[in-house]
Nanobody, 121 residues
């Protein structure tokens, strides 16, 4: 089994910053792509940013230039630095990772439990 645990969410004023972290643990053989998604009330879950094992990143147009995704392969961790936050960034943020199980080397997608980000005065 593989677990993803997010941290770093909270309440921040518009224009502020937050840094989300997501740590993977369990029977990890290799972690391929990692990503952050978000889901606002009444909306579908959407991709925010993704990063390959080699460090190539891509972003949703709505966060380009404001958010930065990074990862530490040695720590099985992915980060999301969020700057210049806007009220429309308010959502539950979920970590996602494609993980090869060390017991079978079969790759599956795993999700964290989510962390709330609220941007408000």
């Amino acid at each position: 089994q593989v677990q993803l645990v997010e941290s770093g969410g909270g309440l921040v004023q518009p224009g502020g910053s937050l840094r989300l972290s997501c740590v993977a643990s369990g029977s990890i053989g290799r972690i391929d792509a990692m990503a952050w998604y978000r889901q606002a009330p009444g909306k579908q879950r959407e991709l925010v940013a993704a990063i390959t094992r080699g460090g190539s990143a891509n972003y949703a147009d709505s966060v380009k230039g404001r958010f930065t995704i990074s990862r530490d392969n040695a720590k099985n961790t992915v980060y999301l630095q969020m700057d210049s936050l806007k009220p429309e960034d308010t959502a539950v943020y979920y970590c996602n990772a494609d993980v090869a199980d060390v017991r079978t080397w079969y790759t599956s997608a795993y999700w964290g439990q989510g962390t709330q980000v609220t941007v408000s005065t």
